[in-house]
């Protein structure tokens, strides 16, 4: 038995959008409609969804985050209280670049912390975890465990989101410190071993 959705009597959701089963939408919440929101989603207070915008099933967005045109969460998104992404790389008020969006995708599991900015036009990679506050000018690796301003990484993350003892390139192999889950590097790739 799934959980009827649950839209607050403040939010407004435009016609058109489409909101899958048992998702739940906050306070002051506003959905643009072409919207497509996945199954059992969590949109925090004072959050804004653009009309191209595809969020997965899953995603958790916290109070005061506006996720733009030309942004994908994939499934199991976690978007940190009043995190940001942009959409227009150089943007001007006198000038209009509507045409010139650049496509942000943020693949499954991914994190993205407090705070932190996602600068259009990058991949962030699935199960990655961008720290609090961190700035994101460009595509993060599965995995990756991302801090700073510029964002720069500092190592690997379990699925679970604990941090791996792994370098941070070469080849190596490292176990979850909660789950028991061996992840392995290879060539500067992190996945689960085999």
């Known amino acids: 038995m799934t959980a009827a959705t649950s839209i607050h009597p403040s939010a407004i959701v435009d016609d ?3 909101i899958g089963e048992g998702s739940r939408i906050w306070h002051f919440v506003h959905v643009c409609g072409g919207a497509r ?3 059992g989603v969590s949109l925090g207070q004072n959050v804004f969804v653009g009309n191209k ?10 109070n005061n985050v506006s996720v733009y045109d030309n942004v ?13 992404f942009t ?22 599991g991914a994190t993205l912390g407090a705070n932190c900015t996602i600068v259009c036009g990058v991949t962030i990679g699935e199960f ?16 990756a465990l991302m801090v700073g301003i510029p964002a720069r990484q500092i190592g690997w993350c379990s699925q679970y ?14 176990t979850c410190p909660h789950t028991g889950q061996r992840y392995q590097l290879l060539d500067g790739v992190c996945q689960p071993a085999p």
């Not at 994908?72 to 940001?84: I, N």
């Open 87 to 108: 959409n227009v790389y150089n943007p001007r008020a006198l000038i209009e670049r509507k045409s010139e969006y650049r496509d942000t995708l943020v693949r499954r």
């Open 128 to 143: 990655a975890l961008v720290g609090a506050g961190a700035v994101v000018n460009k595509d993060v690796p599965a995995y």
């Open 53 to 62: 915008v595809v969020i997965g099933d899953r995603c958790k967005v916290q």
């Open 16 to 18: 058109g959008a489409q």
């Open 161 to 174: 989101g604990e941090q791996l003892d792994l370098p941070l390139t070469g080849n190596a192999t490292a």
């Open 72 to 84: 994908t969460l994939e499934e199991g998104v976690f978007c940190g209280p009043s995190m940001v």
């Open 37 to 39: 929101i996945g199954a």
